[in-house]
C-alpha cells in the first residue's frame, strides 16, 4: 500500500510502458479509442487521447487522422475532433474493433495505402503494447504518448486507480505475449 501511495513507483512505472517521450510529426496521425461512448459522448481516456489528437492537428503537418474504435467510440472521436476545427474530409474512421489488437487488424488495412510516416497516440501505459500490436500487423508506427496515468499519479486519490489500470494492461501485455500478438 506504501508503495502505490507514497513512493513515485507508478510513475515510473507509466513512463517506462510509454518509452522514449517526444511528441514526432508524421503524415498519418493514428488514434485508438479507448472507452466507449456513452450516449455519444467520449470516455475520460478517449476525451484526452482525442483533445491531444486535435492539439498535435493543430501543430501541422498530418496530413489525414485515423480514428479506430467500436461502439460508437470513433464516431464520437470524429465529432469532438471536428467540433474542435479538424476537418471532416481528413478523417478516416475504423468503427470495427473492439480490442486493440482489433484496432491494429483494422487500421493496418487503411493505413497499409497511406504514404509517408505514420504516428500512433494514445495514452502513456497504453503505448507498450499499441505499438506492438501495430507492429505486428505490419504497420511501422512512431509512438506519440499522452500522458493520462502520469498526469492522474499527481494527485493521490488517483493513484489506486491508475495503479489498478495499469495492472490490468500488465495483464493484457502478458496475455497478448503468450498469444503471439504482440
Known amino acids: 500500500m ?53 492539439l498535435a492537428w493543430r501543430e501541422g503537418g498530418f496530413r489525414s487522422v485515423v480514428l479506430s474504435g467500436g461502439h460508437g ?26 480490442s486493440t489488437r482489433e484496432n491494429a487488424i483494422f487500421t493496418a488495412a487503411i493505413v497499409r495505402g497511406m504514404p509517408g510516416k505514420k504516428v500512433l497516440l494514445t495514452s502513456d501505459f497504453h503505448v507498450y503494447r499499441a505499438v506492438r500490436a501495430l507492429r505486428k500487423a505490419g504497420v511501422e508506427v512512431t509512438p506519440r504518448p499522452i500522458p493520462y496515468a502520469l498526469k492522474r499519479t499527481n494527485l493521490w486519490a488517483e493513484r489506486w486507480p491508475v495503479f489498478l489500470e495499469m495492472a490490468v494492461e500488465t495483464a493484457k501485455i502478458l496475455d497478448y505475449r503468450i498469444r503471439g500478438w504482440i
Request: no cysteine; net charge negative.
Open 73 to 98: 467510440i470513433a464516431e464520437s472521436m470524429r465529432d469532438f475532433m471536428v467540433f474542435h476545427g479538424v476537418p471532416a474530409d481528413k478523417i478516416v474512421v475504423e468503427n470495427q474493433s473492439t
Open 2 to 54: 506504501v508503495l502505490v501511495t507514497a513512493t513515485p513507483l507508478i510513475r515510473w512505472y507509466a513512463q517506462w510502458l510509454a518509452g522514449p517521450w517526444y511528441e514526432p510529426k508524421g503524415d498519418v496521425l493514428i488514434l485508438l479509442g479507448a472507452d466507449e461512448a456513452n450516449m455519444g459522448i467520449v470516455g475520460a481516456a478517449t476525451y484526452w487521447r482525442s483533445l491531444y489528437a486535435v
